[in-house]
């Protein structure tokens, strides 16, 4: 049985287009293909199928986050609430 199919037009900046076109082309679809792999996912999963988020670290806070995690260039250890209160109010 033949599926019946329909055209579905939107706008997208052009450079954003021709990169998607190449990376589409790297994974061996067209645009159409990769926007209807979307659509059925997102029909079958009942939702966006990715996070959608506007927290993005800037690159201090991931920096940060990056010391903390190697345990590098951290201030320094305080015993006590009210010894860290001192050392940010001075």
Do not use: H, W, Y
């Amino acid at each position: 049985m033949s599926q019946v199919t329909t055209n579905i037009n939107f706008r997208m900046d052009k450079k954003l287009k021709e990169q998607l076109e190449l990376l589409c082309n790297e994974l061996g679809m067209t645009m159409s293909t990769a926007f209807t792999i979307f659509a059925k996912t997102m029909v079958r999963q009942q939702r966006i199928p990715f996070e959608v988020s506007l927290s993005k670290p800037n690159a201090d806070t991931i920096k940060a986050i990056e010391n903390v995690e190697k345990q590098e260039n951290l201030s320094q250890r305080f015993s006590s609430v009210k010894n860290l209160m001192e050392d940010l109010n001075a």
